[in-house]
């Protein structure tokens, strides 16, 4: 199967070596509503960004997520997406190398794991929001 790729550049806005040879490929300027259309009609996404992991397994999107930093780095933020995916029972979809990755689409126990999860999620923060917000 052949896939067209897209590729969302930094928030910062700055092009780097890469991004200045792929333009043709760079989505920019993209708002909120664009960013989730384009997660939500893609066939795979593969990221290190915590929201476009979140907002993929939302709309069960198969998605891949990549460490941001090198595991030594203070700043690191890889520690969100291995929560993320360990708390939606898809630990495998946290890879270091996409070379051995053999599907891209959900297995049938990814996908009852993920949705069961997601309800889970979506209950708790629910919960957490109406005690919060001192509603009973």
């Given at each position: 199967?052949?896939l067209?790729?897209?590729?969302v550049?930094y ?7 890469w991004?200045?040879?792929?333009r ?6 993209l ?5 989730l259309?384009c997660i939500?009609k893609?066939t ?7 929201h ?6 939302i ?7 990549l460490?941001r930093?090198?595991k030594t ?8 997406l291995?929560v993320l ?18 599907s ?5 126990d990814?996908?009852?794991s993920?949705?069961?999860?997601l309800?889970?999620l979506k ?9 919060s917000?001192g509603?009973n």
């Open positions: 199967m052949r067209k790729i897209f590729f550049g928030t910062d806005k700055k092009l780097y070596g991004e200045i040879s792929h043709d490929i760079l989505l920019s300027n708002g909120v509503e664009d960013f259309k939500s893609a795979i996404v593969i990221t290190d960004s915590f476009a992991a979140a907002f993929s397994a709309f069960h999107t198969p998605f891949y997520a460490p930093f090198n780095d203070v700043n690191s933020m890889n520690s969100r291995k995916v360990e708390e939606l029972g898809i630990e495998d979809r946290f890879v270091e190398d996409l070379n051995n990755i053999s891209y689409s959900w297995s049938e990814e996908i009852k993920l949705e069961c999860n309800l889970m209950n708790k923060g629910r919960s957490y929001l109406q005690k917000l509603d």
